[in-house]
């Protein structure tokens, strides 16, 4: 099983709907969390951390289901601009690696 | 603050040439690591170091060499450059938090083409 595992997509959506996105994670250990958002041949940049408690940017919630040992994006409202590749990104404990998932393509159509 | 930069921002080598893409933060971040990107795909790490004098390899370590002599600098050398090591090479840092790790956070990208 991969460390951190997404669906790669795409997912095609129309302007203004909402999309969700799964990302699923193996050692339970880990400790932080987040959602990073890739375009094309740039650099990864932080969306947003995700916290045990869920948390919430604008049009976007993040959620840490630690049981299931899985984190979710929630896009709402989706802007032609919101299309990208989202990753997730799994924090361990102690001093291990970082690891990444291959990132989730979303395309949003007029 | 600078934040993370890398150098050179494009490279084209020859088979069987050495080069050096370099890494710099000044952050004071105790994490850094190399990733690789091809056209399409994920990252995939190369190398990575939870502090300076300490480096542990990724999931595609072969060809590749780092040292990690201070906090600020993380070299990546290329020792006998093949064309499938064209690609897009990032790095990255991050802090400590808690037990784990802050975000991460990039430099813009060296790419690389060998001919």
């Known amino acids: 099983r991969k460390e951190v595992e997404q669906d790669p997509g795409p997912f095609n959506v129309p302007e203004g709907a909402t999309v969700a996105f799964n990302c699923t994670y193996s050692?339970?250990?880990?400790?932080?969390f987040f959602w990073y958002r890739q375009d094309c041949r740039k650099e990864p940049k932080l969306l947003m951390s995700?916290?045990?408690s869920g948390n919430e940017d604008g049009r976007f919630t993040a959620q840490l289901n630690r049981a299931s040992q899985y984190i979710s994006l929630l896009i709402r409202d989706s802007k032609l601009s919101d299309s990208a590749t989202y990753l997730c990104v799994v924090g361990p404990g102690g001093y291990q690696k970082v690891t990444f998932g291959t990132g989730t393509k979303l395309q949003v159509i007029p | 603050n600078a934040g993370v930069t890398q150098t050179p921002k494009f490279q084209v080598l020859k088979t069987g040439q050495s080069m050096t893409l370099q890494c710099a933060q000044d952050m004071n971040h105790e994490y850094m690591s190399w990733y690789r990107q091809d056209p399409g795909m994920g990252l995939r790490l190369i190398h990575y170091?939870?502090?300076?004098?300490?480096?542990d390899q990724g999931e595609v370590p072969n060809g590749y060499n780092v040292s990690r002599s201070t906090t600020e600098d993380f070299p990546l050398r290329l020792l006998s450059a093949a064309p499938s090591q064209t690609s897009v090479y990032f790095c990255?840092?991050?802090?400590?938090?808690?037990?784990?790790?802050?975000?991460?956070?990039f430099g813009p990208g060296t790419r690389l083409t060998v001919l």
């Open positions: 170091s939870v502090g300076a004098g300490i480096t």
């Open positions: 990255a840092s991050s802090s400590r938090l808690g037990g784990s790790y802050n975000e991460q956070f």
């Open positions: 995700v916290y045990s």
């Open positions: 050692n339970s250990a880990s400790q932080s």
